[in-house]
């Protein structure tokens, strides 16, 4: 028999600190109803890591498989939140200032144990019996008080909340393997008990119970021609900040509270897999189509009064349903020595959330086509070109007028240039239009990068590299989001103009060559 045993693990240190600005507005068609300006700081660190092992014996003629595994992670942060809000009511009400601190520890340990068999029982037939069982622990302790107040925290808004989750995953998978083609279906179900606790006292608890089958099918019809069709059901818990009952209230325009009688969401995802490359014309062609179907989808119940105050939680509504397209051709034109590529990417959600106790059924549409050309023969030179246009579409039941289409129109140019082994020269520009159908206001962010590359000491293991970003200083970030009753676009200024000097040592002598390569542009 043979015995194989690995282990492995990492560990993971953040830390991050960040300032923002930021003035709201709210009106009631032409009547501005109330004005915040809020200044929000906020640092956070976090220490994570994960451990594995993993145990494979093989056993007998048949090459029977016993595998053993297990692994564990944790997760350890604090963020710390400052907040200066003052709010302004057109009502003639004196204005609102409030000055509160937010500390959120958060803990998470997960552990899991795995035991698979496999047997040959036919030509190309294999049976899996497998099985795996585990634990998960979430925890948030928030401090929260006024911080005109020597920063002592206020019980009824500081909780201490748990959340245990036990499970077991038993099940067998069924393989049929052919020279062209795998096909596997797996037959499983999860049973767990999950519990939440607030301030030391026990909610009721809950026993689940899921069947989650899996099927997959990989065909090759020959050198370059392959189908695949998956087919997967998952069972998602509601986070501790999901289920938490106690009122955050940092914004007094958009006050949250979670819910502890969340249940698990219930998913279902298949995709189709399609791709075709020539390896004499260089020619590809790839497309994937997805589709979604989530039964108690976690999603929002949003109350909003007459001062237009959002009031908040989270619930379980019926469906939801989502679907994705993603089209990519590519090909030479020998008599021009260049390569075109085109892109197409469509995603469509339909969903239910709740305003004022009614269900409000939205659908969006993002839609992303692109069109790029490069040079074939990239001896010294590289140069790359494109255009991407991207829509968005979000429509709403309960209130047309909210309805809202919004374009992104971008343009691109990578120039690359190696004269020699030693130097590198590029210059990238993007420029990115942000418009309204049917508005007259666009924004547009240009951006320019250049750089400059040597490699020195013994075979070329050095590089040291200059690089200037942003040479316009005209960076900003710009994200737009679709509510049911606002759109809000974000503008961000970002570091701006800056230079950068680096230095790289690569270990080995040479950079892996070797192998085919066939790009998928996403720009």
Same mark, same amino acid.
């Given at each position: 028999?043979?015995?194989?045993?690995?282990?492995?693990?990492?560990?993971?240190?953040?830390?991050?600190?960040?300032?923002?600005?930021? /003035?709201?507005?709210?009106?009631?068609? =032409?009547?501005?109803?109330?004005?915040?300006?809020?200044?929000?700081?906020?640092?956070?660190?976090?220490?994570?890591?994960?451990? =594995?092992?993993?145990?494979?014996?093989?056993?007998?003629?048949?090459?029977?498989?016993?595998?053993?595994?297990?692994?564990?992670?944790?997760?350890? *942060? +604090?963020?710390?939140?400052?907040?200066?809000?003052?709010?302004?009511?057109?009502?003639?009400?004196?204005?609102?200032?409030?000055?509160?601190? &937010?500390?959120?520890?958060? /803990?998470?340990?997960? %552990?899991?144990?795995?035991?698979?068999?496999?047997?040959?029982?036919?030509?190309? @037939?294999?049976?899996?019996?497998?099985?795996?069982?585990?634990?998960?622990?979430?925890?948030?302790?928030?401090?929260?008080?006024?911080?005109?107040?020597?920063?002592?925290?206020?019980?009824?808004?500081?909780?201490?909340?748990?959340?245990?989750?036990?499970?077991?995953?038993?099940?067998?998978?069924?393989?049929?393997?052919?020279?062209?083609?795998?096909?596997?279906?797996?037959?499983?179900? =999860?049973?767990?008990?999950?519990?939440?606790?607030?301030? *030391?006292?026990?909610?009721?608890?809950?026993?689940?119970?899921?069947?989650?089958?899996?099927?997959?099918?990989?065909?090759?019809?020959?050198?370059?021609?392959?189908?695949?069709?998956? !087919?997967?059901?998952?069972?998602?818990?509601?986070?501790?900040?999901? @289920? +938490?009952?106690?009122?955050?209230?940092?914004?007094?325009?958009?006050?949250?509270?979670?819910?502890?009688?969340?249940?698990?969401?219930?998913?279902?995802?298949?995709?189709?897999?399609?791709?075709?490359?020539?390896?004499?014309?260089?020619?590809?062609?790839?497309?994937? @189509?997805?589709? *979604?179907?989530?039964?108690?989808?976690?999603?929002?119940?949003?109350?909003?009064?007459?001062?237009?105050? &959002?009031?908040?939680?989270?619930?379980?509504?019926?469906?939801?349903?989502?679907?994705?397209?993603?089209?990519?051709?590519?090909?030479?034109?020998?008599?021009?020595?260049?390569?075109?590529?085109? /892109?197409?990417?469509?995603?469509?959600?339909?969903?239910?959330?709740?305003?004022?106790?009614?269900?409000?059924?939205?659908?969006?549409?993002?839609?992303? !086509?692109? $069109?790029?050309?490069?040079?074939?023969?990239?001896?010294?030179?590289?140069?790359?070109?494109?255009?991407?246009?991207?829509?968005?579409?979000?429509?709403?039941?309960?209130?047309?007028?909210?309805?809202?289409?919004?374009?992104?129109?971008?343009?691109?140019?990578?120039?690359?240039?190696?004269?020699?082994?030693?130097?590198?020269?590029?210059?990238?520009?993007?420029?990115?239009?942000?418009?309204?159908?049917?508005?007259?206001?666009?924004?547009?962010?240009?951006?320019?990068?250049?750089?400059?590359?040597?490699? $020195?000491?013994?075979?070329?293991?050095?590089?040291?590299?200059?690089?200037?970003?942003?040479?316009? /200083?005209?960076?900003?970030?710009?994200?737009?989001?679709?509510?049911?009753?606002?759109?809000? =676009?974000?503008?961000?200024?970002?570091?701006?103009?800056? %230079?950068? +000097?680096?230095?790289?040592?690569?270990?080995?002598?040479?950079?892996?060559?070797?192998?085919?390569? %066939?790009?998928?542009?996403?720009?």
């Amino acid at each position: 028999s043979t015995h194989n045993l690995i282990i492995g693990g990492d560990v993971g240190l953040m830390y991050n600190d960040m300032a923002r600005y930021q /003035d709201t507005e709210n009106w009631n068609g =032409e009547g501005l109803v109330s004005s915040q300006f809020s200044e929000r700081g906020e640092q956070s660190d976090r220490f994570s890591g994960n451990l =594995e092992a993993t145990y494979y014996r093989m056993l007998g003629k048949d090459k029977s498989v016993l595998k053993f595994s297990a692994d564990a992670s944790f997760s350890k *942060g +604090l963020d710390e939140i400052r907040i200066d809000n003052s709010t302004d009511y057109a009502s003639g009400a004196e204005p609102e200032p409030f000055r509160q601190f &937010q500390d959120n520890q958060t /803990d998470q340990a997960n %552990v899991a144990l795995h035991a698979a068999y496999t047997q040959k029982v036919g030509k190309g @037939l294999y049976l899996d019996p497998v099985v795996r069982l585990g634990a998960t622990r979430e925890k948030l302790d928030r401090l929260q008080g006024d911080l005109g107040n020597g920063m002592n925290p206020v019980d009824s808004v500081s909780p201490s909340f748990g959340k245990d989750y036990n499970w077991i995953r038993p099940g067998v998978n069924f393989r049929w393997n052919t020279k062209k083609s795998q096909l596997s279906l797996g037959i499983k179900g =999860e049973f767990g008990r999950m519990e939440n606790t607030l301030n *030391g006292i026990a909610y009721p608890e809950t026993d689940l119970a899921y069947f989650v089958p899996t099927l997959s099918w990989d065909y090759s019809a020959a050198t370059g021609r392959k189908f695949n069709f998956y !087919y997967s059901s998952s069972v998602n818990t509601p986070t501790v900040n999901q @289920l +938490l009952p106690v009122v955050n209230s940092l914004n007094p325009l958009n006050i949250y509270f979670g819910n502890a009688s969340l249940r698990p969401e219930y998913n279902h995802t298949a995709m189709v897999h399609w791709f075709i490359f020539d390896q004499f014309s260089f020619t590809s062609f790839m497309m994937a @189509l997805s589709g *979604g179907y989530t039964h108690d989808k976690i999603n929002w119940s949003t109350t909003v009064t007459d001062d237009l105050v &959002q009031i908040s939680t989270l619930t379980n509504v019926a469906w939801d349903y989502n679907s994705g397209l993603n089209l990519d051709f590519s090909t030479p034109i020998r008599k021009l020595g260049i390569k075109i590529n085109v /892109d197409v990417e469509e995603n469509w959600n339909r969903g239910i959330s709740l305003v004022n106790e009614i269900n409000n059924i939205y659908n969006t549409l993002n839609q992303r !086509y692109s $069109f790029s050309a490069d040079n074939r023969k990239k001896n010294k030179w590289d140069v790359e070109s494109g255009l991407g246009l991207t829509l968005t579409h979000t429509w709403y039941n309960i209130q047309e007028s909210l309805n809202n289409r919004y374009f992104d129109l971008s343009w691109f140019a990578d120039l690359r240039y190696t004269p020699n082994e030693s130097w590198h020269f590029e210059v990238t520009a993007d420029v990115t239009s942000y418009s309204d159908l049917g508005g007259n206001e666009a924004i547009r962010v240009p951006l320019l990068r250049a750089g400059v590359s040597y490699s $020195f000491l013994a075979h070329k293991r050095g590089i040291l590299t200059l690089s200037g970003f942003d040479l316009l /200083d005209r960076n900003q970030n710009v994200q737009r989001i679709s509510e049911l009753n606002y759109l809000r =676009e974000t503008r961000s200024n970002t570091i701006g103009r800056y %230079v950068m +000097l680096t230095f790289k040592y690569r270990l080995n002598k040479v950079a892996r060559e070797g192998g085919l390569k %066939v790009d998928f542009h996403k720009r």
